[in-house]
């Protein structure tokens, strides 16, 4: 028999969940517009929209905060976050921002110059703006199969070394600043990278001179996918992959809003000194002195335990498993997801779950608002609607996947939980030709996502309906 294991914590303080009935729920939901991002969280059970910054800090963190040394330059805070950053992550130089855009604002500004190419594992969209910002061009370098949702490849968010050799051939080394190497690779679920891969985008990045930085946010997560899929790591610890990883790379950006555990913060680290000492001058224009860029001293004692508490072997293995123990009962039950199961997410894919609705009908954003119908869970839309307009001709982005993302917080759910959303999705399956499209019926002109408002395109108005059969036949 598989012996199961737990949670590896226990709980001291618990936040009581809002469970509304159904009738409260549709109200909200129409008040919402049927967009997810425009719940009130108050009327939200289970809380799924993202991981960034929806950790549950530890009681090590909560009473590291009365510790916080607020002063305004030299805080003793912010020598034991740097001090972290050095051991755990083994860089050099370390440089506060308020959250990891805050980071890449400073590194595109001094590394870019109008013209340049930026190489990347996908693209992250703050990530891209600032490269954009500064002039550069973004190019995909990452293997094709990690735009396929069906394959399932260990670690889909590696490199195709043939397509940066290409790039590097084609513009020469000198247009390109650093190669921007996301470890894992959100917008591709949450996909790893291979230490194999990291060393030898290095090897030939150093043969023409060129940086590697890192959008370190998940990396933990990455270390942990190197342990238990990549020979030779399985003995080793997750600190001491992760260690071996950042070798393999000139800095990083971090969002601490991930994988440090914390609510809000975040830091450019790197090992050169030229670079580091004009960062330093920019942190100051954009973020606050570089004892605290942006954070108070008591953000920098909680992260400074969060970047520990990150790399215990127990915890992450857990965090991993969470995500997996979601993904895998929906595999189990025949409904489409993204596969393999990621570092921080579980994907529905809405075109195989609600084949009767055109891509114009927005079927993962009516997935998405069915699933907060059917039990107060929030996820979010990543499909038509997140892709906007084109913005030549006018029409929609048609993005290939159309998908509803279910983030798992650090933490902050039990397995539990996850039942709950197992049933709930189970359930919507079940009686997936009761769910009707949507109509847009307000379009905000820019990142539409976050305010465009929906009706139910069915003349009850209801979202899910017996009703609806008919249409939808
Ligand atoms: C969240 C995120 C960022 C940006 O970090 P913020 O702290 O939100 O500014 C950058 N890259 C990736 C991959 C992220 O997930």
Known sequence: MKRRTAEPYKIKSVETLSMLSFEERKESLE????????????????????????????????????????????????????????????????????????????????????????????????????????????????????????????????????????????????????????????????????????????????????????????CVENAYFIKERENGYSDRSVADILKEMMSYSDGCTMSGKKDCLVNIGGFLAMNDEDLYIRSRELVVVYEGMPSYGGMAGRDMEAMAIGIREAVDDHYIEHRIGQVRYLGQQLLDAGIPIVQPIGGHAVFLDAKAFLPHLKQEEFPAQALAAALYLDSGVRSMERGIVSAGRDIKTGEHNRPNLELVRLTIPRRVYTNNHMDVVVDSILALYEKRDTICGLTMAYEPPTLRFFNARFAPLSDSGELISEENKKVNA
């Open 31 to 218: 008040r919402a517009g049927y967009n997810t991002f425009l719940i009130n969280s108050e009327d939200v059970y289970i809380d799924l929209l993202t991981d960034s910054g929806t950790t549950a800090m530890s009681d090590a963190q909560w009473g590291a905060l009365m510790t916080g040394d607020e002063a305004y330059a030299g805080s003793k805070s912010w020598k034991r976050l740097e001090h972290a950053v050095r051991e755990v992550y083994g860089y050099k130089y370390v440089l506060p921002t308020h959250q990891g855009r805050g980071a890449e604002n400073i590194l595109s500004q001094l590394k870019i110059k109008e013209g340049d190419y930026v190489p990347g594992n996908m693209y992250f969209t703050t990530t891209r703006a600032h490269q954009e910002m500064n002039g550069a061009t973004f190019v995909d370098i990452i293997i094709d199969e990690a735009h396929d949702p069906s394959i399932d490849l260990p670690f889909k968010g590696n490199v195709d070394l043939d397509k940066l050799r290409a790039l590097i051939d084609e513009v020469g080394a000198e247009k390109i600043p650093y190669v921007c190497l996301a470890v894992t690779v959100n917008l591709a679920g949450g996909q790893p990278v291979s230490m194999q891969n990291m060393k030898e985008v290095y090897e030939l990045c150093k043969s023409h001179h060129i940086d590697v930085m890192f959008d370190a946010t998940r």
